[in-house]
């Protein structure tokens, strides 16, 4: 229940094992290709990342408009340092079912490596033992080390390769994967000094550098008999490690990127002096040390049901692999799996990842936050050329903080991020009530993203309306009182008075310092909360419940009946104008809003709201299972909620969405961990404090998992009882099915039974 | 009055000039540029045209969705036939203020040429006189002529070109105009054949060739002392002329082009010979007849004001210069004056341009409504793209019938596009009782667009709704139930209902026969009756007017008060995301539809709705005021009309879009003529016959114009009277200030006072 594991060497798995198999550390990247035979899949996308590093690449538009990006972020492939030939008495290793044996691998999430090994036998039937192993370390961000080791009774020779001949991948077709502009690097130098190589590129448009080193290291059991040599070839430097019997090589690449360096060789040379006494082994070590840590804080154990536990902690491991943990870069839609989005991160972050951490992982959730806040001036740049005469407005895709959208219904106009965003703030406060963070960070960017309801807003008849954007769902665009902008702006709106009062009574001083340097007044603050107050909320009396907008509910509903499997996902095969006119969704709108608060409707209204527009939804988007498993559980709807959570937890396992190959969907990875927490546990955080209502399918045993909470550190434990314990902090309130209670060290309470 | 004249030889003037002194037959078209000097403006725009002539270009996203057009058609420059050199003494002619006396040209609206002229003062201070005419012949439309005739003593040499190195004019900032791909044409071939010079080129994408031949002819004074050489070079061919004293060098070209031939060469040469005897003062004769013909059935008389009657005829004889005489060709945004929009055809044809050609030129109608019919095909296939099951939808903009906008949601989106077609082929039904007409190619047009609203729309309690669609007006897109849209909808489809019985009267046999082959019955078309009868039109009962869409009167105001001037047209200043979230209107939209269909509304709702309207309009597109000023007339508002009016009918001569250098806006020339006819005079066309409403500007005399109804001819002549006279046909019936009258003869009533 530690590990993933495969034996399946069938083509079209291999490209999604790519992104199964793949090694992060948030930092650098590597998708889970073979070292060797690099062409073993003609499509393979055999990329190395690093999280928020960026070239820059036009947008070209045939008919262009005002405001529209010109340019935009791409993450590029990284120069390659996986790949090597292994030839046997001369006989190069192939990857041919008739020739291999045994073969096996596994993502160890304890240990936090990939290892990979086959039995091949040669064209002349004789029997090699062949074995890899890679790591992305944690501890040493810089690092990612590869070993490959290899029995063999005659000659056996593997040449590994530092090559700067990348680029990214290119797809006309899909406008989920990126078209064009697929050369983003380009080689400044390829150098040998001594037993390093060194590899330094530099972004073609930003101009930002970087440095791949690679330290080789040899062993074989007969020592003494190998050779070493590195050649400098045009493109790449080739290092022919020889032996006879037995040959392990073991590569140290030290990575570093001019986003966060300026003299990348100096500080190269520091880290690999810094971790030159350590081995593989010893990397291992101290890998397995972070990784016991993070599961301490992070795990979720499933009690009763092995495969749902090996998909979870898969999971939460993959998440952890992805998320940046500088203000620098964040988590993108594909994490450092893939290349799918281009590297872009969205609103994915704030919705999906950023609760899990904001529960488990404060330091992690912190650094997320600051990634906003770095590009805070960006954002308000953004609002400028957007027409607006203040505030911030947050790009809907981006690494560096420009808006990176080119189409802008499914882009810009969903201006619910800047609430998406403040909502992971305003989390971050409930949980953590830290105001100093507030002062220094989160109040600017809550204050100028809420500016934008005042610029984008006005007032109808008494009610405060909000017109023409895009809410989460995509399949509907540029409406008026989106429920989701409007229900997410209300919350934004009233936080932003209410922490302007708070801040003010907490360190007056400072306080009026930001308020001065940001030119907010108590008379904007009372616009806010006027505007919060009667915000419009669109209510159908008729159905009882609210519409998704304005007109949603009076456009005709989508003739599911009449489509066939094959057109789905719709956006593939239907053009957007005419998925616009219709009731149809391709992810929860008003759903997810009645999930991130709740308290704006009531349980019945919540579950006619969830009949209604559950069954004009196609899931389209890998962001829509997870939320109606969790609203499901919400609803009472149990089966329901169990069936959206297998979907969910198994999504990229079995590549349901047949784009696993592009990279994983980091959303849904955490969104389906969600699903335990905020599922079938129930957990809610509000002002009022923290509270559960835990039901476990009946598939499962039971659950447990570990949350951070104030100052206070629970275990929550769900089996026949709900058992919480307080394993660190004072004691503190919880409210459990409605009924509130103190932990003091550990209650039990008996659990709901369906 | 005949003439529009200029001797402005000021930079920026020229470009626009280029645009104003076009010389066009319907089938080609060359701008007003200098034959002489080619390098005298830096960014002129020298092009040639063949209306319907075009080449394909990808359509690239950044990101796609499906049924996004993925190449549109571009109108091409054809080779250059217009350039000279002029060497007097061995020195070149330039356009320098400082050299040049008495520089004078003129458009001759009677003679159909544009001429030119001026004194050269060379650098010794010889003087030359230099004179030049050009004109593209309407009864021979293959046919365009140069001449260059020059007075020195001395040495006179004129290089004439044929020059195959063109290129589109391309500006990556402006939407209204193309960017990249500005090379459409490859040259195939250049040669020489005794007195002729011969140029094939062939579209770079849609390989359809283009041939230009041209037959050079030198008179001068001193006969026989001349020399006529041809040089052939790389990328083009330079014929010299070289004489004494005097020099007249004329120039026949030649132009047919593969769309509609397919023997080029034989046919140049048949073109050729039958024309070998006429002299270009015969051309003359022949053009200058046939303008007589044209312009005692379509001038528009101005009494009393100069200024008016000049831009009134200048504008008629453009529109005849640039529209489309055969099914291939249509009247395009810019026409054949140059390269805005890219030669694409729009809804402009029909709702501004036809109206004026049904009246006073019924086979340039049809010609126009022909080539609707002759794309009928790929607007039912366009139908297919955009999810539609059956039906057809016509493209927002296009050449050869492809939808080729990139822009959807101010292009595909503009379905009423549809009923604005229909609504010309009804209109000359009307204008013509033409039923087999309506047999041969209307009806199939009109049912097949018909449908689409059966496809797009939808029934909401007992309503019919049509959601998701943009109407005429640009600054707000995507909504539902637009005035205009469903107006015309309900119009269109009561029509459809209506021929099905009228045809089935007419001819039972032949409209069965029509009505299997698109598969009509009915049952459907009894549902378009109902579609109609419960068209949703939208009424605000507190403003009294018509709402533009279900949620338009709901949105901001847009804060006109703080838009400074140089942020006009918003388009150019502000993301269109920003302007579809305010009232505020790029051109009339609820508005038009009160022109078009008056009795959907009383005129009280009319003016009402004029009133709000108008105070929200840019008027940044140049559709706007010429609607504006008719219906100023309409609701009595006459200084409103006159000053739109006026607005309207200088547009282009005084630049007041500052793109006139683009080339000359075709509706607006059109519709500044409908604020004569519709505005000022008040003339409509309904199934109940026809009605004058006439009024006089303070400003005016009076005016007088003919128009076509049924298969009478009528002069209307509105001066202290309005006077009536029947100039062919049966007597009719025509309704003058809502008062019936019979005219035989001639009928005079008093006109009504301002």
């Not at 034996?7 to 090694?23: A, G, K």
């Not at 040449?159 to 077709?173: A, E, P």
């Not at 609210?546 to 007109?551: K, N, V």
């Not at 969910?648 to 396992?653: E, G, N, Q, S, Y």
């Amino acid at each position: 229940m530690w590990q993933l594991k495969s034996n399946d060497l069938s083509t079209e798995r291999l490209l999604q094992e790519e992104s199964l198999f793949s090694i992060g550390n948030g930092y650098i990247g590597v998708r889970g290709c073979f070292d060797e035979a690099p062409d073993l899949i003609s499509n393979t996308i055999r990329g190395s990342y690093i999280n928020g590093f960026y070239d820059r690449v036009p947008i070209l538009y045939d008919e262009s408009a005002s405001g529209f990006p010109t340019v935009k972020d791409k993450q590029p492939r990284v120069m390659d340092t996986q790949t090597s030939l292994i030839l046997l008495d001369g006989e190069t290793v192939v990857i041919k079912a008739s020739q291999i044996r045994d073969y096996f691998r596994v993502l160890d999430l304890q240990k936090g490596l990939m290892e990979r090994s086959y039995k091949y036998i040669t064209k002349s039937g004789k029997a090699a033992k062949i074995a890899f192993r890679r790591m992305a370390s944690f501890a040493a961000k810089n690092i990612l080390c590869y070993e490959i080791d290899i029995y063999y009774d005659g000659e056996i020779e593997i040449i590994s390769f530092l090559d700067s001949d990348v680029r990214n991948h290119s797809d006309s077709y899909d406008p989920r994967v990126a078209n064009g502009h697929d050369k983003l690097l380009h080689l400044n130098k390829l150098s040998i000094e001594g037993t390093l190589v060194f590899c330094e590129m530099e972004t073609i448009t930003t101009k930002i550098p970087i440095l791949s080193m690679i330290e080789y290291e040899v062993t074989c059991l007969d020592s003494g008999h190998y050779s070493l040599e590195h050649n400098l070839e045009e493109q790449k430097i080739a290092t022919k490690a020889k032996s006879k019997r037995h040959l392990k090589l073991q590569k140290k690449c030290i990575f570093i990127d001019g986003t966060r360096s300026s003299c990348l060789y100096e500080e190269a040379m520091e880290i690999h002096s810094k971790y030159s006494k350590h081995s593989f082994d010893d990397l291992i070590s101290m890998q397995e040390e972070y990784l016991n840590s993070f599961w301490n804080a992070s795990d979720i154990e499933i009690y009763g049901c092995d495969n749902i536990q090996e998909a979870i902690r898969f999971q939460l491991f993959q998440l952890l692999q992805s998320v940046g943990k500088d203000e620098i870069s964040n988590i993108s839609a594909k994490g450092l799996s893939g290349e799918g989005y281009e590297g872009h991160y969205f609103w994915d972050t704030e919705i999906y990842v950023l609760p899990l951490f904001q529960m488990t992982q404060p330091e992690l959730a912190k650094q997320l936050l600051l990634y906003r806040y770095h590009i805070l001036p960006q954002a308000k740049q953004r609002a400028k050329e957007m027409g607006h005469n203040k505030g911030a407005a947050y790009p809907w895709r981006t690494i560096s903080g420009i808006e990176c959208s080119s189409y802008f219904p499914a882009g810009t106009a969903q201006y619910h991020i800047n609430a998406d965003i403040a909502y992971g703030f305003i989390q971050y406060y409930l949980y953590h009530g830290d105001k100093s963070f507030m002062l220094e960070a989160a109040a600017e960017v809550i204050f100028e993203t809420a500016r934008i309801w005042l610029e984008i807003g006005h007032w109808y008849k008494g009610a405060y309306h909000i017109d023409n954007v895009t809410g989460p769902d995509e399949y509907t665009a540029i409406v008026n009182n989106n429920y989701y902008t409007n229900a997410m702006a209300k919350y934004h709106l009233y936080w932003a008075d209410k922490l302007y009062h708070e801040l003010h009574e907490y360190n007056n001083a400072d306080f009026e310092e930001l308020c001065h340097k940001i030119n907010l007044t108590s008379d904007e603050v009372n616009e806010m909360r006027l505007a919060s107050e009667a915000m419009h909320l669109v209510y159908d009396e008729e159905l009882g419940i609210h519409a998704q907008d304005d007109s949603f509910l009076r456009k005709a509903v989508w003739d599911f009946a009449n489509t066939t499997p094959d057109q789905y996902p719709l956006l593939l095969h239907i053009h957007p104008l005419t998925i616009y006119r219709y009731q149809v969704l391709k992810q929860p709108d008003t759903v997810l809003a009645h999930f991130l608060l709740e308290d704006y409707a009531d349980t019945e209204t919540m579950k006619r709201s969830y009949d209604y527009y559950e069954k004009i939804t196609t899931h389209d988007s890998s962001l829509s299972s997870c939320i109606y498993g969790i609203m499901a559980s919400r609803c009472g709807y149990y089966e329901k909620a169990y069936e959206y959570f297998m979907e969910a937890v198994r999504l990229d396992l079995d590549d349901k969405h047949s784009n696993t190959k592009d990279g994983l969907h980091m959303a849904n990875l955490a969104g389906s961990c969600l699903g335990i927490i905020n599922g079938f546990a129930g957990y809610r955080i509000k002002e009022t404090g923290i509270s559960i209502d835990p039901i476990v399918p009946n598939e499962l045993a039971g659950y447990r998992f570990r949350i951070h909470y104030l100052d206070a550190w629970l275990e929550i434990d769900v089996n026949e009882l709900v058992r919480i314990k307080l394993l660190q902090g004072k004691p503190l309130k919880i409210t459990i099915y409605n009924k509130d209670y103190i932990v003091a060290d550990t209650i039990e309470i008996e659990r709901k039974q369906l």
